[in-house]
């Protein structure tokens, strides 16, 4: 072996220790640190434990208790932390709306008491439920389309009596009383799906008016007859705001109703 082999051959055993020695006399990564999650703050509320749909009287098989976020809980929650009495006003109680399986109980919607029948249970105070007669068949409710929690407007058809006059044949006309009215039932059903088309028929609607629009709509039908009010469906982009009546339209002091003619204002005796 010459000397440059021997040489090159130093080198490199230099040059392997050397790494070597680089290699372990380095310092190890630090360990990496997991942080837990925060621990989220939970409490029991009530839920559905099944669809319920308005008119329920809730039962023991109807409600679940299920972990909540403490920081999410609303003041209209059922806690179980509140105790045993949480479920005092469940039990027996009317459900005011709907509710979806899951989703949880709230007090505003639950009404219990000796006397909560179906229908008052859903009346909201201050208002009042009025039936008024309809095709059966569905001609005066849009084809049957009409469900009950919808808002519609109440057409009343009457005969013309000064054109009667004018013109020597009978003349009906048709005018708007009432709009934007949410309807409670259609026949004896309250439930917001009808059979299995979602049809609702029946020879009454149901109403949800305010005692002045109570006497409004009773005397109209009353002086039209059975079969002279008609309900017109509402878009559910229009369903916004308050029931109202047709401007310049009421009961009079004097009683009678006030028919507006042409902009002028007539009185019909009752």
Do not use: C
Not at 30 to 39: L, M, N, S, V
Not at 101 to 126: C, T, V
């Amino acid at each position: 072996m010459n000397r440059v082999q021997i040489a090159v051959l130093g080198v490199t055993v230099l040059a392997f220790g050397g790494a070597y020695v680089l290699f372990n006399s380095g310092q190890a990564p630090p360990p990496q640190i997991i942080q837990a999650a925060p621990k989220i703050d939970t409490d029991e509320v009530l839920v559905a434990a099944r669809d319920l749909p308005m008119g329920t009287q809730v039962a023991e098989p109807d409600y679940v208790w299920q972990k909540w976020p403490t920081q999410a809980l609303s003041e209209l929650m059922i806690k179980k932390s509140e105790g045993p009495q949480a479920l005092e006003n469940v039990k027996g109680a009317v459900t005011r709306g709907s509710f979806l399986q899951g989703e949880p109980m709230r007090r505003d919607k639950l009404i219990k008491g000796p006397n909560s029948g179906f229908l008052s249970a859903i009346l909201p105070s201050g208002m009042r439920a009025v039936a008024i007669n309809i095709d059966p068949g569905g001609g005066a409710t849009a084809g049957g389309f009409i469900l009950p929690n919808d808002r519609v407007d109440v057409i009343r058809v009457y005969r013309d009596e000064e054109q009667t006059k004018a013109r020597g044949v009978e003349v009906n006309g048709a005018q708007t009383i009432l709009t934007n009215v949410r309807v409670l039932a259609i026949a004896q059903s309250i439930q917001e799906k009808g059979a299995d088309k979602g049809t609702a028929l029946g020879a009454n609607a149901t109403l949800e008016l305010t005692p002045e629009q109570a006497e409004l709509i009773i005397l109209a039908q009353r002086m039209g007859g059975a079969g002279n009010l008609h309900l017109t469906l509402r878009s559910m982009l229009d369903a916004a705001g308050k029931t109202d009546s047709v401007s310049d339209l009421g009961v009079s002091k004097g009683g009678g109703l006030t028919i507006v003619r042409a902009g002028a204002p007539q009185q019909a005796s009752r």
